[in-house]
Nanobody, 124 residues
Framework: QVQLVESGGGLVQPGESLRLSCAAS????????IGWFRQAPGKEREGVACIRRGDGRIYYLDSVKGRFTISRENAKNTLYLQMNSLKPEDTAVYYC?????????????????WGQGTQVTVSS
């Protein structure tokens, strides 16, 4: 059974950092495209950062480039999102997701397995 469990969310002030983790079970993350998505109240879920399988190409949402870093630790079957210089507009529920597609776009419709999400709130 495929399972993704996020952790690491919380309340931080603008400019601070958080690291999200996503522990996978039931499949080997290295064999799938994986990514982080977020959904703010009243907005659609958007792709924040994704890693394609095969060539390992990484995509970042423009608004997080230079601040967020996605990484994967195969030995622990865990995905991370290091978030630095957080802004209030980064406030959202963050989800990790996986797909068996060879070259998915970093969009919700291309990903099939989802975690339950973890809340990130950036506020002074």
């Amino acid at each position: 059974q495929v399972q993704l469990v996020e952790s690491g969310g919380g309340l931080v002030q603008p400019g601070e950092s958080l690291r999200l983790s996503c522990a996978a079970s039931g499949f080997f993350m290295k064999n799938y495209a994986i990514g982080w998505f977020r959904q703010a109240p009243g907005k659609e879920r958007e792709g924040v950062a994704c890693i394609r399988r095969g060539d390992g190409r990484i995509y970042y949402l423009d608004s997080v480039k230079g601040r967020f870093t996605i990484s994967r630790e195969n030995a622990k079957n865990t995905l991370y999102l290091q978030m630095n210089s957080l802004k209030p507009e980064d406030t959202a529920v963050y989800y990790c997701a996986a797909t068996g597609l060879e070259e998915p776009m970093c969009v919700m419709r291309d990903f099939r397995s989802w975690g339950q999400g973890t809340q990130v709130t950036v506020s002074s």
